[in-house]
């Protein structure tokens, strides 16, 4: 069982909806990190959390310590919004490692 | 604004072949990784490196190696290429409050 899941695994949404995409982890955390990679393309750092809330823009990620639970939010949707939404958390320690989820792919259409 | 740049965007190499991906970043950040991506399996850990001169393998090493000899530059090692090794590479720099910097990758294709 992978330590992150993410839900849904795909999101077809159509321009202006509210979408959510959710992350669950099993292991203590440091910090949590929301990433964006559109097709073909780089990662993206949309957001490190390691409470509460953090808004940019339509974004807002939110992270529930106590229920080892986050949330990306977006508002507004839009066609450009399409892309893979990859959640990833740090466990701790000075080594700084990553362990990722598996990625949402969202498509808004217009 | 951060950088990180990794010097090819996409590569064709052959069976057999060393292959160097380079990495670089101009922030002075001790933390690089190096990362595989292939679909359905996500982004995985090849290789990190602390500092310089310091490595220590990621979740799947085998047939890769690292070379870190300037803060700035962190480079993957393809020993002999094999097809197997066809994949997106993805290089991340981190900075001390775990702010992570992703390169534009470089698509490796080995034929």
């Known amino acids: 069982k992978n330590e992150v899941e993410q839900s849904p695994q795909n999101l077809t949404a159509q321009e202006g909806e509210f979408i959510t995409i959710n992350c669950s982890y099993s292991v203590g955390i440091s910090a949590l990190h929301w990433l964006q990679q559109h097709p073909g393309g780089g990662i993206v750092s949309l957001f490190m959390?390691?409470?509460g809330k953090k808004k940019h823009g339509r974004l807002i990620a939110t992270i529930n310590i106590q229920e080892k639970h986050s949330s990306l939010h977006i508002t507004a949707s839009h066609p450009r919004d399409s892309a893979v939404y990859i959640c990833?958390?740090?466990?701790?320690?000075?080594?700084?490692?990553?362990?990722f989820g598996k990625g949402t792919l969202l498509t808004v259409n217009p | 604004d951060v950088k990180v740049t990794q010097s090819s965007r996409y590569l064709v190499k052959r069976t057999g072949e060393k292959v160097f991906l380079e990495c670089v970043q101009d922030m002075d950040h001790e933390n690089m990784f190096w990362y595989r991506q292939d679909p359905g399996l996500g982004l995985r850990l090849i290789y990190f490196?602390?500092?310089?001169?310091?490595?220590e393998k990621g979740d799947i090493p085998e047939g890769y190696s690292v070379s870190r000899e300037k803060k700035e530059r962190f480079s993957l090692i393809l020993e002999s290429a094999s097809t197997n090794q066809t994949s997106m590479y993805l290089c991340?720099?981190?900075?001390?409050?775990?702010?992570?910097?992703f390169g534009s990758g470089t698509r490796l294709t080995v034929v």
């Open positions: 490196s602390y500092d310089v001169k310091m490595k």
């Open positions: 990833a958390v740090n466990s701790g320690g000075s080594n700084y490692k990553l362990t």
């Open positions: 959390l390691s409470s």
């Open positions: 991340a720099s981190v900075s001390s409050n775990y702010g992570y910097t």
